[in-house]
Structures are given as structure tokens and as C-alpha cells.
């Protein structure tokens, strides 16, 4: 999001996990406006202490106006941490892996 964390967003995710992921707050200054490409593919879920896991991967790509590659990453692992909220799925965490083989075993 370019608007921040703001009250709808704070709905759905932790502070924490908004900052890693929010690829805005990383070049507003120096590209005020960017493109972005982003793919999920959920690979599964697992539960564990009343909170969901669910292992993904990612594919990220990000070009300002001028289409200069800023971000290029295929197949990223990473894993987010679901909890319930006020009855919605609520990401309170994100576990981010060099590749598959480092991913916990629990979580493939």
C-alpha cells in the first residue's frame, strides 16, 4: 500500500509484518511511483497452538516509471504466521527462508 499503516490495514496484519512486506516504505523517496507484479502460491497450511502456518511462495517484481527493474525474486519461501481477530484471519508474523530446504520441516 502507498498509504501506510493505517487502521484498515491494521485489521489484517501486525505492524511487523507490514514493514517487511510493504516494498513502498523501501523506495518512496527515490521512486515515488512504482509497478509491481506480485504472485502467491500457497504450497499448504499446517496448525499449530491455535494459529495457522501457511507456506508460500512468492514471486515479486518491481519497475519504476521509467521500467528500470528495481526488485526481481522468483519462487521466494516464506511463511506467514494466521491468527484469528475479531473472527478474520489476522498475519501476525512472517518467516522468510533462503530457499525450500531451509524452510521447518513442519511447515512443508
Not at 523506495?27 to 495457522?52: A, C, M, R, W
Not at 527493474?69 to 504466521?81: C, E, F, M, P, R
Not at 484471519?89 to 512443508?108: A, G, T
Request: no cysteine; hydrophobic share 30%.
Amino acid at each position: 500500500t502507498t498509504s501506510g499503516y493505517n487502521a484498515e490495514v491494521a485489521k489484517h496484519m501486525s505492524f511487523d509484518v507490514f514493514k517487511r512486506s510493504n516494498i513502498y516504505e523501501d523506495f518512496k523517496t527515490q521512486h515515488p511511483s512504482i509497478k509491481t507484479d506480485l504472485t502467491l502460491y500457497e504450497v499448504n497450511q499446517h496448525e499449530y497452538d491455535g494459529s495457522i502456518y501457511v507456506y508460500m511462495k512468492i514471486t515479486l517484481f518491481a519497475k519504476d516509471t521509467m521500467t528500470n527493474q528495481l526488485i526481481s525474486g522468483g519462487n521466494l519461501d516464506v511463511v506467514y504466521k494466521v491468527s484469528n481477530k475479531d473472527g478474520q484471519p489476522f498475519l501476525e508474523d512472517k518467516m522468510e527462508y533462503v530457499s525450500e530446504n531451509d524452510v521447518p520441516q513442519k511447515f512443508r
